[in-house]
């Protein structure tokens, strides 16, 4: 059986009508980010190790940074193949007035979200069945934060962007407190 799609459905993406920057743009962009990346892997291996390689600080800024250098590496072999295929750039400043309402209340959300990790910073440890737990102003501040980023850009029911928000702040906070055994920012 084949599926149809109803007719005048297309797929649009997140902002319709974007499409890619100048090839020589990304090309800058991929410089940019190779350096960058570089330069935190090469601080990464610099730091000490002092127990074995799954306990060294630099680790999780090493694979971060080796992640980073992966993508910057396939948005410049995007680039390559867009100039030599003579693709042209999109216009930059095109988009409503909404969407520019909403791209500013992200920097500015994001910048109450790390001030306010400083600002409420506290914490506080919980002992379930011998399982240590410690909650800061991580969890918190991280659910209000994504919650609101979330519901302006989604606008999905209230209840599902709550929940989603409270589930990835509980399971990063595991995976930086069980596994890296890292602080998160938000704790002293």
């Known amino acids: 059986m084949s599926e149809s799609k109803p007719a005048g459905v297309e797929f649009e993406g997140e902002e319709p009508g974007s499409g890619y920057a100048s090839p020589m743009l990304d090309l800058v962009a991929t410089a940019f980010l190779v350096?960058?990346?570089?330069?935190f892997m090469v601080a990464a291996l610099r730091l000490p190790v002092p127990g074995n390689l799954t306990t060294a600080p630099g680790l999780l800024p090493f694979l971060v940074a080796a992640t980073l250098l992966c993508m910057a590496a396939a948005l410049g072999a995007s680039a390559i193949r867009r100039r030599h295929s003579g693709a042209r750039a999109a216009?930059?400043?095109?988009?409503?007035?909404?969407?520019?309402l909403r791209t500013l209340f992200l920097g500015v959300a994001v910048a109450c979200y790390i001030a306010a990790l400083q600002v409420f910073a506290f914490q506080e440890r919980f002992e379930f069945s011998g399982f240590s737990y410690r909650l800061s102003a991580f969890e918190p501040v991280t659910v209000i934060a994504?919650?609101?980023?979330?519901?302006?850009?989604?606008?999905?029911?209230?209840?599902?962007?709550?929940?989603?928000?409270?589930?990835?702040?509980?399971?990063?906070?595991?995976?930086?407190?069980?596994?890296?055994?890292?602080?998160?920012?938000?704790s002293f």
């Open 35 to 39: 350096v960058v990346s570089g330069g």
């Open 146 to 186: 994504l919650s609101a980023i979330i519901h302006v850009f989604w606008r999905g029911p209230l209840s599902i962007t709550v929940s989603v928000s409270a589930g990835w702040a509980f399971i990063l906070s595991l995976v930086f407190q069980k596994v890296f055994n890292i602080p998160l920012p938000g």
């Open 91 to 100: 216009p930059v400043f095109e988009g409503d007035r909404g969407s520019r």
